[in-house]
């Protein structure tokens, strides 16, 4: 499934810097989504889109802002990053709803000093 | 609120002892779950879903609505099967996942 990329794969930044996550897919998947993954919480969605120019909030958008602009790159800015915000991200496409699975990356490790 | 709720963090089993990771979900619809899996050094992928009522590396998941939970089983471990598991719920466009079962099969 190398059809969807995540860059870079580790990235340490400090506090209150703006960070910048990449992910693409090559499928014109519709649907895209990032999650963030800790100990205790699972994954939890952060933003999804449905389509170019469209996005909304999941569960934890607070501290991040995301952008579609082309079907296929769905980045991922922390304004100002917080040592909460510590935690591997994974970006996810899907080619729609009614029981199509996700397709993931392979993740970026975040660490935020 | 927490629509998927899998109890157990970390569950160990012997290989060749049966296995089950529990899942309970919250919806007042239609349910559509999925059990995602995460191998060592590798991504998340799909595992199983139950629309498609299938068996995958000997695992199985039955949707039981009126307990409302989605266990996954396999009757006999095998070492590769230790793996982080995720439960998930579809609702409309958002898939929303527990926490998480990491499971370790001893040899």
């Known amino acids: 499934d190398a059809g969807i990329t995540q860059s870079p794969r580790y990235k340490i930044t400090e506090t209150g810097r703006q960070v910048t996550l990449m992910c693409h897919q090559t499928?014109?998947?519709?649907?895209m989504f990032w999650y963030r993954q800790d100990l205790g919480h699972g994954l939890r969605l952060i933003y999804y889109?449905?389509?170019?120019?469209?996005?909304d909030k999941g569960e934890v958008p607070d501290g991040y802002v995301v952008s579609r602009s082309k079907t296929e790159n769905f980045p991922l800015t922390l304004e100002s990053a917080t040592r909460s915000q510590t935690s591997v991200y994974f970006c996810?496409?899907?080619?729609?709803?009614?029981?199509?699975?996700?397709?993931f990356g392979s993740g970026t490790q975040l660490s935020v000093l | 609120a927490q629509r998927v709720t899998q109890p157990e963090k970390l569950l160990s089993v012997f290989k060749g002892a049966p296995v089950e990771l529990k899942c309970n979900y919250s919806?007042?619809?239609?349910?559509?779950l999925f059990w995602y899996v995460q191998y060592s050094r590798q991504r998340l992928q799909l595992l199983l879903r139950?629309?498609s009522r299938e068996s995958i590396k000997g695992f199985t998941a039955d949707l039981n609505k009126g307990e409302t939970s989605f266990h996954l089983k396999k009757p006999f471990a095998q070492e590769e099967d230790s793996a982080m598991y995720y439960c998930?719920?579809?609702?409309?466009?958002?898939?929303?996942f527990g926490t998480g079962t990491s499971l370790t099969v001893i040899p």
């Open positions: 499928w014109s998947h519709s649907y």
């Open positions: 998930a719920l579809l609702t409309g466009n958002q898939f929303y």
């Open positions: 889109s449905a389509a170019a120019d469209i996005t």
């Open positions: 996810a496409s899907s080619s729609g709803t009614g029981g199509e699975k996700l397709f």
């Open positions: 919806y007042s619809g239609s349910p559509e």
């Open positions: 139950h629309i």
